[in-house]
């Protein structure tokens, strides 16, 4: 049985469709013209769309359109009473899978047309799952001991539908751990949708998280859809959790609770069919204590909270992990492979890496930049990071020390010092009030 539904504005013929589908088991809805559809598909998903090519207002292309762009899985056969090639050639370059010359031959010839569309679309979803589930989980570990607990808690929440809460520095590589969740869970045939609360303006955020209908503020010319609504029998991964403003964690709260949410600017309620995991490298807790965090979100995130260790925790990831960004940075910049000298390879060891993961990868693009032979060997990292018989800094100094120097780079720009740094903007004002930083 297959979800369908017939648009046209005869009703004689509207009744014809339907008894000839709904006797072969099919669910059947009917929309009197193309305005209705869109209703319609507002309302609810099918699997296959039948409607009249010429209609007033709203016709047929007009939907098969609007098809395409919202409902890019649903099948679409249009029916025209002019079934002249040009219109077929129109029809067909837009996406629709088949046409119907009117009157329709038989019940029989409608049936057939109808199958070989939700067979096309049984392929197109059969390939689409096993091109997604293809991809095996991004690698998280190469063997570091502090890791080991990291993969074994991931790889068993996997399983559930519990929320995850990823918490660690930044750059430790809290996205990759959250498609690894996704690569492992059931819902690794459905879509990753990301979203970073640091890197959007607040203002657009609302709009980004649940869409918004045409005319809900000064700029929405048309209807939008949102992050989470594009997520559907996915995951969704809110990063930077702690960026969000607080009504805007109310309104996340309720989504948490109930499931469903609403488009800005619209009434109609929409199903959250998402799995969700949350990163933050803020202390939610100490926000939650000055009143900038909700408690009560803080707790529906934490259903299943997970710890990275930066990278300076896992000494034994660093070399391979270096190697392996090191090939990815290769082919991006289109340039034969490099090989780590054993200088380099002694720099990368000993360095701290206050940035993770992150800094880890801009500094071997830079070098590979700049190599101009088969060995990396220059990587240009601070005197202070190679190997030295100073005593180590404390962490708390080498942050602070790494944020004086962002600002003085920056000519005091906070927000700009933020993005150098790759944290968000809130998250930098809560390190200088800790450190008395003016």
């Not at 762009?69 to 050639?89: D, F, K, M, N, S």
């Not at 459905?190 to 607040?202: K, R, S």
């Not at 969000?244 to 309720?254: N, V, Y």
Request: glycine residues 10%; neutral net charge; charged residues 25%.
């Amino acid at each position: 049985m297959a979800r369908l539904l017939v648009v046209d504005d005869d009703e004689g013929l509207r009744s014809f469709l339907e008894a000839a589908l709904a006797s072969e088991g099919h669910d059947v809805t009917l929309a009197v013209d193309g305005s209705d559809a869109l209703r319609r598909l507002a309302m609810a998903g099918f699997d296959l769309v039948l409607t009249d090519l010429k209609m007033p207002g709203v016709d047929g292309l007009a939907v098969l359109q609007h098809v395409r762009a919202e409902h890019p899985g649903t099948q679409v056969i249009l029916l025209t009473a002019h079934g002249t090639v040009e219109t077929a050639v129109e029809a067909m370059k837009g996406g629709a899978c088949d046409f119907l010359q009117k009157p329709v031959g038989s019940p029989r010839e409608l049936r057939l047309v109808v199958a070989r569309a939700l067979e096309r679309r049984a392929l197109l979803d059969f390939r689409e799952g096993v091109t997604r589930q293809a991809g095996d989980a991004p690698r998280l570990t190469w063997g570091a001991r502090s890791m080991a607990p990291v993969v074994d808690a991931l790889g068993k929440v996997a399983r559930t539908e519990a929320t995850v809460l990823l918490l660690g520095e930044s750059g430790v590589g809290k996205e990759v751990a959250a498609r690894a969740v996704h690569q492992m869970s059931p819902r690794a045939g459905g879509p990753f949708v990301a979203l970073n609360c640091a890197a959007i303006p607040e203002t657009l955020i609302e709009s980004e998280l649940f869409g918004h209908e045409k005319g809900a503020f000064s700029g929405a010319t048309a209807q939008r859809r949102g992050r989470i609504e594009h997520a559907a029998g996915g995951t969704f991964f809110l990063d930077e959790v702690g960026e969000l403003r607080i009504d805007l964690q109310a309104k996340l709260l309720r989504v948490l609770q109930e499931r469903t949410f609403e488009r800005v600017g619209g009434h109609r309620t929409i199903a959250a069919d998402v799995r969700w995991v949350a990163a933050s490298n803020c202390d939610l807790e100490a926000m939650i204590r000055d009143g900038s965090f909700r408690e009560d979100l803080y707790h529906r995130l934490a259903a299943f909270p997970v710890r990275l260790p930066p990278l300076r925790e896992r000494p034994e990831d660093i070399l391979p992990l270096a190697e392996v960004l090191l090939a990815d940075v290769c082919r991006d910049l289109k340039r034969p492979s490099l090989a780590l000298s054993p200088a380099a390879r002694e720099a990368l060891v000993a360095a701290p890496w206050p940035g993770n993961v992150r800094q880890l990868r801009n500094a071997l693009e830079r070098a590979a930049i700049l190599c101009e032979g088969p060995v990396l060997g220059d990587l240009g990292l601070p005197a202070a990071a190679a190997p030295s018989s100073a005593p180590p800094l404390a962490l708390d100094s080498l942050e602070k020390g790494a944020i004086v120097r962002a600002l003085a780079a920056t000519q005091g720009n906070r927000r700009k010092a933020a993005q150098a740094l790759g944290i968000g903007l809130r998250t930098l004002y809560d390190k200088l009030k800790r450190y008395g930083i003016g």
